[in-house]
C-alpha cells in the first residue's frame, strides 16, 4: 500500500512540474471599425465646428501628415485630438459656401495594441442642401520608366491660373496615389479646372520634384478618367551609346522584328534584354525594322521623337510642352535564329 501511495506521489509531482501557461490566443490583425460619426457622413446643410468619429478600440494615429487631407482645401489645416477610441477633427477655418467636402482619412488611423491600419476611411459632408457627386479617376505614371507612382499628389487647381502659380498655390481639390499609382476625386463639382500632379513632400513644387499636368482643362461632367506623365523639368540627356550593352552579333544567329506602328513619325526605338538597354535604332519614317538581332527574349520601347533630334526630350510646364510620348511594347519578345517577327505598337495621343 505504501507502495502504491508513492506512485501516485510521483505521478501527481510530475504533472505539477509540467504545468504550461495559457496561450495569450490568436495575434488580433484587425483594424479599428467605426462605429459612429456626428455628424453622420454625407450630412448636409453642415454647420458644425467639428466632426467626432467612434471606434470600437483606442486608437492612435498613423502618418498623418503623409495621408491626411480635406478637399476642397480649407485656409487653415484641420486640428484633431485622439482620445482613447475617439477622433475629433476641428474645422476652425470659415468653411465656402454651397461646397461638398470630402475628407480623405485612408491610412490615418490604427489600433493601439498591434498596430493594425485603417485603410478606407473617408467622411463627406456639404454646405448646400446636396451632396455632390460627380468623380474623376486616373492613374500617375512616370513618362520615361513608364512605372506607376504611388503616393504622388494629384490636385485640380483654378483653370484661370497662371501655370507656374498652379503648382505653387493651394490647390482647390487634392488626393494621392495608392500603391498602383491610380488616384480618385469624388463629391467633385462640375465646374472646369486645371489637373496637376507632383512627386515632392507636399503640394507645392520643389525644384527636386517630377511633375505631371495636361494642357486642357477638365470637367468632372465630360472627363471622367486621365492618365498623368510625371517627368522632371530639369531633365538633361546624357549620352547613352557608350553604356549599351553588347551582345556578340552572329548573323547565322540572328532574327528580325518588325514594328507596325500605323505612323510615319521620327521614331527611336530602344531594345532591353530584361531592363539593360541593347540598342538605339533611329527612324525619320516608316517602315521600323530592326534586323540581326541576336536570339534571346527582349523588351521594346518606342519614343516618339517629335522635334526630330534623335534624343528623348522632357516637358516644360511653362511652355506647355509635355514629354515626348514613350510607348511600351506590353509582351516579351521572342527573338528565334532566321526568324522575322510583327509587332503591332499602338501609338494614341496622351
Known amino acids: 500500500m505504501k507502495i502504491l501511495n508513492l506512485v501516485v506521489f510521483l ?74 477610441n475617439i477622433l475629433t477633427l476641428f474645422l476652425d477655418a470659415e468653411l465656402k459656401d454651397s461646397t461638398t467636402f470630402s475628407i480623405n482619412l485612408n491610412n490615418c488611423i490604427k489600433d493601439i495594441n498591434e498596430g493594425n491600419i485603417l485603410k478606407n476611411l473617408s467622411y463627406n459632408f456639404s454646405t448646400s442642401n446636396t451632396i455632390d457627386s460627380l468623380e474623376i479617376n486616373g492613374k500617375v505614371i512616370d513618362a520615361q520608366s ?32 495608392n500603391t498602383g499609382g491610380a488616384y480618385h476625386f469624388n463629391n467633385l463639382n462640375d465646374e472646369t479646372y486645371k489637373i496637376f500632379a507632383l512627386d515632392g513632400v507636399d503640394i507645392y513644387y520643389n525644384n527636386s520634384d517630377k511633375i505631371a ?35 556578340e552579333k552572329k548573323k547565322e544567329d540572328s532574327g528580325k522584328i518588325i514594328l507596325n506602328c500605323m505612323t510615319n513619325d521620327n521614331l527611336i526605338i530602344q531594345l532591353y534584354d530584361e531592363k539593360k538597354l541593347i540598342n538605339e535604332y533611329f527612324f525619320k519614317y516608316g517602315p521600323y525594322v530592326l534586323e540581326n538581332i541576336p536570339s534571346g527574349k527582349y523588351n521594346v520601347k518606342v519614343i516618339v521623337d517629335a522635334n526630330k533630334n534623335n534624343l528623348w526630350d522632357t516637358g516644360n510646364l511653362n511652355l506647355q510642352k509635355l514629354p515626348e510620348k514613350i510607348i511600351k511594347i506590353s509582351d516579351e519578345i521572342n527573338v528565334r535564329e532566321n526568324w522575322t517577327l510583327e509587332v503591332n505598337c499602338k501609338i494614341n495621343e496622351l
Open 213 to 247: 499636368f495636361s494642357t486642357n482643362a477638365i470637367n468632372a461632367k465630360i472627363d471622367s478618367n486621365k492618365t498623368l506623365y510625371l517627368f522632371d523639368p530639369l531633365y538633361q540627356h546624357k549620352t547613352i551609346g557608350d553604356s549599351l550593352l553588347t551582345k
Open 11 to 84: 505521478l501527481l509531482l510530475n504533472s505539477c512540474a509540467n504545468i504550461v501557461m495559457p496561450t495569450g490566443g490568436e495575434k488580433d490583425t484587425s483594424s479599428p471599425t467605426l462605429l459612429q460619426t456626428i455628424p453622420k457622413n454625407n450630412s448636409v446643410n453642415f454647420q458644425n465646428d467639428q466632426i467626432t468619429f467612434v471606434f470600437n478600440e483606442n486608437i492612435q494615429d498613423n502618418k498623418w501628415n503623409d495621408y491626411f487631407n480635406i478637399s476642397p482645401t480649407t485656409e487653415k489645416p484641420l486640428e484633431y485630438k485622439i482620445s482613447k
Open 146 to 177: 513608364l512605372q506607376a507612382i504611388s503616393n504622388a499628389w494629384v490636385f485640380l487647381q483654378n483653370e484661370k491660373l497662371a501655370d507656374s502659380l498652379c503648382v505653387n498655390t493651394t490647390p482647390i481639390y487634392v488626393t494621392k496615389t
